[in-house]
């Protein structure tokens, strides 16, 4: 595997910068990787699914939001991450194979509310906050669910404790055609990222075969 390759792009709320990775040998398709709503640090989680990823022949961008890039702790809202995701990646380069979009919490909200309009194959979403923790009447399902009315299955990786919904909380406003991996933890799932990491390979190994 080369060393990874850092691209700057410009976007609405100023840099957003890209981390891409290459495998060894051929290339599969791409996956773009958004983060959580605050730290400035990629998870290990996340980084688990980068390198299952790779070994599997896919390019993998890990994205900074403009907010992480500037050094602030916490992000802006959605309308603000929607315009800086879909602005960088457009501007990143292209590659051979479908686009699978995702991330971690937040940045799955991201990649879900805009897969259609990036030309996503799929989404694979990390701890998808469904609710905030104690909040159920305040649910997002249906941005859980918005890749499904364009045809776009969503496999989702959740926590078996997670405060911000559990598997079967998520398993019970899953759209059709999407699929669900509950592996131990919390919302964070660093701990668990070996199993992480073999969910997100599963999901890209269908992917890859069709």
Do not use: Y
Not at 4 to 18: F, I, K, N
Not at 104 to 118: N, Y
Not at 153 to 182: C, I, N, S, W, Y
Request: net charge neutral; aromatic share 2%.
């Amino acid at each position: 595997m080369a060393e990874p390759r850092t691209l700057e792009v410009d976007t609405p709320s100023g840099p957003a910068r890209a981390t891409r990775s290459r495998p060894d040998g051929a290339v599969r398709g791409r996956l773009v990787l958004g983060h959580g709503a605050g730290g400035l640090r990629w998870t290990d989680d996340v980084l688990a699914v980068r390198d299952a990823a790779l070994g599997l022949g896919w390019v993998v961008d890990l994205l900074d939001q403009p907010w992480r890039v500037a050094g602030r702790r916490v992000g802006p809202g959605p309308a603000a991450l929607d315009a800086a995701w879909l602005a960088a990646l457009e501007a990143l380069p292209r590659e051979v194979g479908p686009l699978v979009v995702g991330g971690r919490s937040a940045g799955a909200r991201v990649a879900c509310r805009t897969a259609r309009a990036v030309g996503a194959a799929a989404v694979l979403a990390l701890s998808f906050p469904l609710h905030p923790p104690g909040r159920p009447d305040r649910s997002r399902a249906d941005e859980l669910a918005r890749p499904a009315t364009d045809g776009l299955p969503v496999h989702v990786v959740q926590g078996r404790t997670d405060p911000f919904g559990t598997p079967g909380e998520v398993r019970a406003v899953l759209p059709p055609g999407a699929t669900l991996v509950a592996v131990d933890g919390p919302h964070s799932l660093e701990r668990a990222a070996a199993d992480v990491a073999v969910a997100a390979a599963g999901a890209l190994a269908t992917l890859a075969a069709e």
